[in-house]
């Protein structure tokens, strides 16, 4: 992809767009553009902050590395988001690490730049605070999940969560493995691998050369305790 300033971007996020040209032009002078390849880690967990992340295309996902060498994923985003907003006047490091789940182009958003910018444009400020809003209460509703649902209905939360908030429909190529979708469930790689068959022995999904079907998605919510 061709670098474009953030005053050309048509790419920008949402909380980018109530930016003033002069302000946008700011910000193009305190990032930096990288690609990334899937696989690749984007920031690691414990290393100092100094960027805010946005997500000019692909998908990354942001993981707690816990002692035990087991991961926890908080959540999975796709283009057009920004990554560490809440930790926006406090962390001094990364609480988390990022990593691409496919090849990604990420803008790197100097953080002192970014805090400036909410001091200084109300409307910014704003829609940031929406977007964490958006990102507690996903993080409100998987800690529900994680400790109030069986297995099937953690995994229907997961599979919910990535057809409505990540890839926005429910047919999409399932860019996680196995070990990620356990990781992002609360649960084990071979609980995930029978949960799946059961939901496709009961016609609720479908997956086909890497990419998955949400066949009876009224099914899938009854799985998951959702009202419907």
């Given at each position: 992809m061709i670098t474009q300033s953030c005053t050309e971007c048509t790419f920008k996020s949402s909380c980018f767009q109530k930016?003033?040209?002069?302000?946008?032009?700011?910000?193009?002078?305190?990032?930096?553009q990288v690609h990334y390849k899937e696989g690749e880690?984007?920031?690691k967990q414990g290393t100092f902050m100094t960027h805010i992340l946005y997500v000019k295309e692909g998908l990354v996902?942001?993981?707690?590395?816990?002692?035990?060498?087991?991961?926890?994923?908080?959540?999975?985003?796709?283009?057009?988001s920004l990554v560490g907003l809440s930790s926006l006047f406090q962390d001094e490091v990364y609480p988390y690490s990022v990593a691409a789940l496919s090849d990604s182009m990420i803008c790197a958003i100097d953080r002192e730049t970014v805090e400036h910018?909410?001091?200084?444009?109300?409307?910014?400020?704003?829609s940031v605070i929406k977007s964490i809003n958006e990102e507690n209460d996903h993080l409100r509703k998987k800690m529900i999940s994680?400790?109030?649902?069986?297995?099937?209905?953690?995994?229907?939360?997961?599979?919910l969560h990535?057809?409505?908030e990540v890839y926005g429909s429910d047919k999409f190529r399932l860019n996680l493995s196995r070990k990620d979708l356990a990781?992002?469930?609360?649960?084990?790689?071979?609980?995930?691998?029978?949960?799946?068959?059961?939901?496709?022995k009961e016609k609720l999904i479908a997956e086909n050369q890497g990419s998955l079907d949400i066949l009876d998605k009224s099914g899938l919510k009854q799985r998951s305790g959702l009202k419907l």
């Open positions: 930016l003033e040209s002069s302000e946008l032009a700011m910000t193009d002078k305190s990032r930096v880690t984007i920031a996902k942001i993981y707690r590395e816990n002692e035990n060498n087991t991961n926890t994923i908080y959540n999975i985003f796709s283009t057009g910018l909410i001091d200084e444009n109300n409307r910014f400020a704003v994680l400790t109030m649902k069986q297995l099937p209905g953690r995994l229907a939360d997961s599979l990535l057809a409505g990781e992002f469930s609360g649960m084990s790689t071979m609980s995930v691998v029978r949960t799946l068959q059961g939901f496709m």
